[in-house]
């Protein structure tokens, strides 16, 4: 395999992505597109008996990405699923920012909206729950 390819094939199983074939000058690599869970939430709110299932179900059955990767004039050519590759790289970013200003801030400062948020549509949820079952 090509040194351009091999580097890029690597970038990508960092990222998930799992080789199904490769050649001296060809990769294609699959995946699995984002969950989306606030739709498993709304789903579940909507249909709290089987929402949830359906939903899981739905997803893996719908979520398969494919990227096919090439050499042509020393450059790595993808096709397929780019939008995906270029939303981890983004996702990537961003998580490496928040990483450093866990290490920097501490765990409790950087992350206590999202603590709050969680904490909050647990309460949501079992109040939910108890009230209508």
């Known amino acids: 395999m090509e040194a351009v390819l091999s580097r890029r094939v690597d970038e990508l199983v960092a990222n998930g992505w799992e ?3 490769t050649t001296e000058t060809t990769a294609s690599l699959a995946g699995r597109r984002p969950f989306a869970w606030w739709l498993f939430l709304i789903v579940i ?3 709290p008996l ?3 299932l359906l939903y899981l179900i739905f997803w ?3 979520s398969k990405a494919t990227v ?3 050499v042509e004039g020393g450059k ?3 096709a397929g ?3 995906l590759i270029r939303l981890q790289e983004v996702q990537r970013e961003a998580y490496v920012e928040k990483q450093r200003d866990i290490k920097e801030k501490g765990f409790l400062r950087v992350m206590w909206p999202q603590l709050v948020v969680s904490l909050f549509l647990l309460g949501l ?3 939910l729950l108890k009230t209508y079952l």
């Open 19 to 21: 080789p199904v074939t």
């Open 45 to 47: 709110f909507l249909f």
């Open 50 to 52: 089987f929402g949830g």
């Open 60 to 62: 893996l059955a719908t």
């Open 68 to 70: 096919f990767l090439h």
């Open 76 to 78: 790595v050519i993808a």
């Open 81 to 83: 699923d780019e939008w």
């Open 125 to 127: 949820w079992i109040y």
